[in-house]
């Protein structure tokens, strides 16, 4: 029996001690898939900083057709209110241009828009 007893529990020792036969390929495996990792890291952080160096280099030529368009662009085309030339007497159309409404509108569309301006412009407001 206690040679029964030895060999058993030598037995659960050996499981325990034993180095499964996958055990040094897992950690191969492991290392092989970090060092891709790092390689794909590093490789899309290059990537990123010779993108970024290409927009620098391109930046110049980009503003000044930027600001050229931009230039070219009327801001009265922009706005909703007419900002302009005011006469030394207020004709009708000009104060249709102010109101935004057409010179023919009736009374109660340059009340409404009249209305609208002067809530808008309004000190108290806010």
């Given amino acids: 029996m206690e040679g029964a007893a030895a060999s058993s529990e030598g037995l659960r020792y050996a499981e325990y001690t034993r180095i499964p036969t996958g055990a ?18 590093g490789l899309g952080v290059a990537t990123v900083a010779f993108a970024g160096r290409y927009a620098f280099r391109l930046w110049k030529p980009l503003e000044q057709a930027i600001t050229e368009t931009a230039k070219r662009i009327s801001t009265s085309s922009l706005s909703m209110y007419y900002k302009g030339g005011f006469e030394q007497k207020m004709s009708r159309r000009e104060a249709s241009l102010i109101l935004g409404v057409s010179p023919s509108a009736g009374k109660a569309k340059i009340r409404t828009a009249h209305r609208r301006i002067m809530i808008l412009n309004h000190p108290d407001k806010g």
């Fill in 24 to 41: 040094g390929k897992g950690q191969a495996e492991l290392d092989r898939g970090l060092a891709r990792t790092m390689i794909a890291v």
